[in-house]
RNA sequence: GCGGUUGUGGCGUAAUUGGUAGCCGCGCCAGACUUAGGAUCUGGUGCCGAAAGGCGUGGGGGUUCGAGUCCCUUCAGCCGCACCA
């Protein structure tokens, strides 16, 4: 029989959905795992060939852990909301839930084709209301909880107001958006709509008037993870800096978990790095300094405390509240014109163009230890954002400072033994202090240390820790995104009850602002509550979703709950993740702080949601080129290009075969090439060839659909993870991938002799046995440690030996192909059953290795001399060091290497390596 | 600038973790079967050299009997962060 892999793949494909072979049910009997994949976005464009590699590796690892006798969770679902269906459906006016249905039956078309083992029951879409109710519902949670700083979690808000009219605001240690100070009787005063405001700042879910990236093109905010060089990540259009009232999430209030939670779960440490970074801890001191001739004070936080004796002057940002203050009228014309150039500079261009610039407020700081006085100027490489909008310059140490200095011609003091800061600042952090009072004589960590104490116990400042991380924006002015459950009362939000879930996404005329510039929500009809209240009109973001999805695959259709508590106890975390390092500072820091706040609710029993987790690396383009002689129509073949002057052009790669152009397709292609001419080497055009992203604009996209029409989905598979290893960058070349092909003919042939099935009963030699068990031993190995390349490498060894050794046993060959089936489970399914087995192959245990079968008789040693290989010597395995050392010296090639001298040392390593020095 | 990461044949890569560098494939070369080959099979293939032999894991230095692997130094690519005080 010919391996048919068409008829054998759909075959197998209808059995395991016919027998529900993938469902997965809590068996509090068997242990769990559960494998995830970073769940797609349906993009129009369909899957190309890089992005099921991630699936592969996951599906190779559910399937193997399956077979090692663990109930295995492997849930797959769509990221459903976003931008590109709705960008569409304002250009086409086509509803974006359908452009998304219409993406998913794509997406979810071509991923059946490869095979995997996906349990589609549990299928979950995040723009469905089933599922978004507990997105709502989570963010309803937010808004009724705080952040305890002394707890380190969430408690309920009615907490908090107990606390507020027992104390006001006297000890409490609550994260906020702004440092409130009232009394117990102020709270008590307070209206209605003022003490919702007040409970607004600390919310964790709360609305606030904050600096946000506006994207005018967009017409909507985006997070800072969503814009990278002051353009949005998706389409690139500009962003701009605005002040606008919008939802947000408290995530830095977590900021201290998520940094300590790094050190509990096995990710890469690139991956954890990226994300301290991203949260950026410093630590540092908060030091106050009064304004001379006013009663108001100011802080500035410093992480270089010991260098306070070298400030020669303020600076703060041209945002900050404290600008107001410090502008004399003296200077109020000069300050006013400032601020209105730093305005219309874009952040853009502020980072672009670095000139020093800033002006002089006309006020004086006093210096808290030396009761100096130091001028207090506005610049804006300040960020208003960052500490307290203001700092402590110290020219002679840091180089942003000493460039202002130099600049606008202050002092600079050096406050470090022998350093030159003649022509740049020493920003290094070791040396010796001088000129700087009590701390002169110390080191730079000793004065650090020496100078909080003193600040501490003087009162003129504290010890202070700052986050870069900052909280999350939640509104976008968009339509295509869950509706976000509150409504107004009095211009104050209130959630809709529990029982109000889902608040489902309305209809609306068009998908774009209304006239008054309101989102789209604003056009929908009777967007309040039945009681008439006005509903939000803002919409949730895209990582709003993907944050919880994981537990709600857990358990998908429950309406009483995002997950139950015994789904939730039995399936913990996510035991392995996959995915790519483009989510590392966006939904895997929003996830983690999602999941840390239900856990502090009660909901779920783990702190932390991913504990193992994989970024595979990304699959890139090869592209091909032609060229163009110049001014011509005439193609050159690559190695004749130089004796012409030629334009390279991208051709489909879909019509070159190893480097060799297919004429007719090519002149088919586009008009213009109808009446192409070609100079041709040994009869073929042969095409350049470079490695580019995968993208259409390359001409190089490979879709997966057409690999497995024409090699079958087990080859896809193979071939995807022979390529290299899981977490590199690789290029994608289809060349490549008739040697895998051949690799699983070649398997099925050990099963067939000219046509007909061939498999003996008989038992096996240790010669075969040998061969199996060095395979089980590799493959067990790769699988743990995700070496799936080298894997594939070693069922190509192991075929290969069987071949030489014309093996048809079927005790050799049924555990082989229990061990392949992870890897290409439908030939492996399929010759399993020709063995006469009825039940699938998912249902055996993974085969385990035996080291009797591995014992050699013996060994090969490499002699060599002074550490030069020469020969090789074979011995009993048994041998000892004085037999090999005497077999070795007395071997005849020795003599002849030797050169008459006599060795000096001689050293054996039983069962490696001679070397005879001499 | 800071941090992470990777440098091995023409290409993708491997190396039991300090012990024969180049496994497994692609490509290429030769041969077989073929009307044919972008099919299949067999053999060869790091570089220089007719051979003996020499050289060889980005470069330089070191430790060691022995280094792709450890240490120092340097270069290059990729990724992330970046006026974060």
């Keep these: 029989m010919e391996y048919n892999f068409r008829e054998i793949e759909r075959k197998w494909q209808a059995y395991w959905k016919d027998h529900q072979i993938y469902k997965t049910i809590e068996d509090p009997n068997k242990p769990k795992y559960y494998v995830l994949d970073m769940f797609p976005y349906p993009s129009g464009a369909g899957l190309h060939v890089g992005h099921p590699l991630g699936y592969i590796a996951s599906d190779i690892y559910s399937r193997y852990k399956r077979l090692k006798g663990f109930n295995v969770l492997h849930p797959m679902g769509f990221d459903a909301f976003g931008l590109p269906a709705e960008q ?151 962003v701009e800096q605005r002040i606008m009232r919008q939802w947000c999430l408290r995530v830095s209030a977590y900021a201290q978990r998520l940094l300590d939670g790094l050190e509990t779960i096995d990710w890469t440490d690139s991956l954890k790095e990226t994300q301290r970074n991203w949260i950026g801890r410093s630590e540092g001191a908060e030091i106050r300094f009064s304004i001379k001739g006013r009663k108001e004070t100011f802080e500035v936080f410093t992480t270089r405390a010991d260098t306070i004796f070298g400030v020669t002057f303020m600076v703060l940002a041209p945002e900050s509240e404290l600008v107001k203050i410090c502008t004399t009228p003296e200077q109020a014309i000069e300050v006013e014109k400032y601020l209105d150039n730093t305005k219309k500079r874009t952040e853009r261009e502020r980072l672009a163009d670095r000139r020093v610039t800033g002006v002089f407020s006309g006020s004086y700081a006093i210096h808290p230890i030396t009761g100096e006085e130091i001028p207090i100027w506005i610049s804006d490489y300040v960020l208003a954002g960052y500490g307290t909008g203001a700092i402590m310059a110290v020219p002679a140490h840091d180089s942003r400072d000493y460039a202002f200095a130099k600049h606008f011609n202050l002092p600079i003091i050096p406050l470090i033994q022998g350093c030159d800061v003649s022509e740049e600042s020493f920003d290094a952090k070791e040396g010796i202090m001088i000129n700087s009072g009590f701390l002169n004589g110390l080191t ?224 088919n292609w586009n008009p213009e090439y109808k009446n192409a001419e070609f100079i041709l080497e040994d009869g073929k055009y042969i095409c350049g060839w470079a490695i580019e992203k995968m993208s259409k604009s390359m001409f190089n996209v490979v879709n997966p659909d057409d690999i497995v029409e024409n090699y079958g989905a087990d080859t896809l598979r193979l071939y995807e993870m022979f390529l290299g290893p899981l977490e590199q960058s690789k290029p994608w070349d289809t060349n490549g991938i008739d040697g895998v092909h051949r690799f699983i003919k070649k398997l099925w042939n050990l099963f067939y002799k000219n046509d007909e099935l061939s498999v003996s009963e008989e038992n096996p030699t240790a010669e075969e046995l040998k061969v199996l068990h060095k395979t089980i031993k590799k493959i067990s190995y790769d699988i743990e440690n995700f070496s799936y390349n080298t894997a594939v490498s070693a069922f190509m060894i192991c075929v290969n030996e069987l071949f030489t050794l014309k093996c048809n046993k079927k005790a050799i060959l049924e555990p082989l192909l229990i061990l392949l089936a992870p890897f290409a489970p439908h030939i492996s399914e399929e010759l399993y059953h020709t063995l006469g087995n009825s039940d699938t192959v998912f249902n055996a245990s993974f085969p385990q290795y035996d080291e009797e079968f591995l014992k050699e008789n013996t060994v090969f040693y490499p002699v060599s001399f002074n550490g030069k290989v020469r020969f090789t010597l074979e011995m009993p395995t048994d041998a000892s060091k004085e037999e090999v050392e005497k077999t070795a010296l007395s071997h005849p090639q020795t003599l002849k290497y030797m050169e008459g001298k006599t060795p000096k040392k001689i050293i054996i390593v039983p069962g490696k390596i001679i070397n005879i020095v001499f």
């Excluded at 995997?116 to 909880?145: K, L």
């Design 88 to 238: 569409y459906a304002i250009q086409t006016g086509q509803h974006p839930a359908i452009t998304t249905k219409n993406n998913i039956a794509r997406y979810r078309d071509q991923l059946d084709k490869i095979g995997f083992s996906y349990d589609w029951d549990r299928e979950i879409r995040t723009c469905d209301p089933d599922y978004y109710h507990w997105t709502q519902w989570a963010f309803i949670q937010m808004f009724h909880h705080y952040y305890d700083n002394d707890l380190q979690k969430a408690q309920p808000i009615s907490r908090l107001i107990e606390h507020f009219e027992k104390k006001g605001t006297e000890n409490l240690h609550a994260s906020s958006t702004h440092e409130l100070s009232f009394t117990a009787s102020d709270w008590k005063e307070m209206s209605e709509k003022q003490q919702q405001e007040i409970l607004l700042n600390y919310r964790i879910a709360y609305l606030a008037d904050t600096k946000v990236n506006w994207c005018p093109a967009l017409g909507t905010v985006l997070a800072n993870d969503e814009v990278s060089e002051g353009v949005s990540i998706r389409g690139g259009y500009p």
């Design 444 to 667: 730079i960590k000793e004065a650090i240390e020496a100078t909080k104490k003193y600040i501490t116990e003087k009162g003129i400042g504290r010890v202070k820790i700052n986050y870069r991380l900052r909280d999350a924006i939640f509104s976008r002015q968009r339509y295509w995104g869950e509706p976000i459950p509150i409504y107004y009362k009095n211009g104050m939000p209130y959630t809709l009850s529990e029982e109000e879930l889902p608040l489902e996404l309305p209809e609306v005329d068009k998908f774009l602002p209304t006239e008054k510039g309101e989102p789209p929500l604003a056009r929908a009809k009777n967007w309040k509550t039945k009681d008439g209240y006005p509903l939000e009109v803002c919409t949730m973001p895209g990582f709003a979703g993907s944050s919880a999805y994981y537990l709600r695959f857990m358990d998908p259709k429950n309406d009483k709950a995002l997950v139950s508590p015994e789904a939730n106890q039995y399936w913990r975390n996510v035991d392995l993740y996959l995915g790519g390092t483009e989510h590392a500072t966006g939904h895997l820091i929003y996830s983690r702080f999602w999941n840390k706040f239900l856990f502090d609710l009660g909901i779920v029993c783990e702190d932390e949601p991913f504990k193992k987790l994989i970024n595979q690396g990304m699959i890139q383009g090869r592209s091909n080129f032609v060229y163009r002689i110049k001014d011509t129509n005439t193609f050159v073949s690559y190695h004749l290009k130089d004796q012409y002057e030629t334009t390279p052009i991208h051709v489909d790669v879909n019509m070159v075969s190893n480097d060799i152009l297919d004429l007719e397709k090519f002149r």
